[in-house]
């Protein structure tokens, strides 16, 4: 079993729908939780930043974790063509600089 | 401010050949991470540096793979006698601290293709 549970997808919605991604994850001692988009042929770039259980909202995404059930989510408002990418859930343990990434969710956004 | 540049983006290399990547963090960071991303995986941590240092290499293969960041100038992912299954999009990462992920940067990549 792997460490980070993501479905690859591929996932494809109309512009203006919400869109979830999810992660789930069994290593309890995990405590940051990051949400990275990633376009075609570039480096991931980081959209989200929690430590605690509960809601972080950043304009049109919040990022959402349950540690009781060691599940993280991804919430994108009126979504928009350019939000078609790859996201990544990626998380950590305290003191640990290495993360550990989810494969990945291929999200297209169709006009 | 210039962020995290790696070179080449593209590196070809036959089977047995030596393939060098180079990344030169962001201005002001000191801290260097290598991550390899396989077709349909996720990024895999491989190595963590700081100046002159190496901090974790726990997921560097034991083999044919060697990391360097020197006082000055870029560092190096060095991958000796590649094989086919070295063939991935590898990632650089910097950040400012030790604890930084909040503050990671990633680079744009080097695809090597081993033939």
């Known amino acids: 079993q792997k460490e980070v549970e993501q479905d690859p997808g591929p996932l494809s919605v109309p512009e203006g729908a919400i869109v979830s991604l999810n992660c789930t994850y069994s290593?309890?001692?995990?405590?940051?939780f990051m949400w990275y988009r990633q376009y075609s042929r570039k480096g991931p770039e980081l959209l989200m930043y929690?430590?605690?259980?509960g809601n972080k909202e950043d304009g049109r995404f919040t990022a959402q974790v349950d540690k009781s059930s060691k599940y993280i989510s991804l919430f994108i408002r009126d979504s928009q063509p350019s939000d078609s990418a790859t996201y990544l859930c990626?998380?950590?343990?305290?003191?640990?600089?290495?993360?550990?990434f989810g494969t990945g969710t291929r999200l297209t956004i169709i006009p | 401010n210039a962020g995290v540049m790696q070179n080449p983006r593209h590196l070809v290399r036959r089977r047995g050949q030596e393939a060098r990547l180079r990344c030169s963090p962001m201005?002001?960071?000191?801290?260097v991470y290598w991550y390899r991303q396989l077709p349909e995986e996720g990024l895999k941590f491989m190595v963590y540096?700081?100046?002159?240092?190496?901090?974790?290499e726990s997921g560097m293969p034991k083999e044919r793979f060697s990391a360097e960041f020197p006082k000055e100038g870029p560092s190096i992912l060095r991958i000796q006698q590649v094989v086919r299954g070295d063939s991935a999009a590898y990632f650089c990462?910097?950040?400012?601290?030790?604890?930084?992920?909040?503050?990671?940067?990633f680079g744009s990549g080097t695809q090597l293709s081993v033939l």
């Open positions: 201005k002001g960071h000191s801290h």
């Open positions: 540096l700081q100046k002159e240092n190496i901090i974790d």
């Open positions: 990626a998380m950590s343990d305290f003191g640990n600089e290495k993360l550990t």
């Open positions: 990462a910097s950040s400012p601290m030790r604890t930084g992920n909040e503050k990671l940067f």
């Open positions: 290593n309890s001692a995990f405590q940051y």
């Open positions: 929690t430590y605690s259980s």
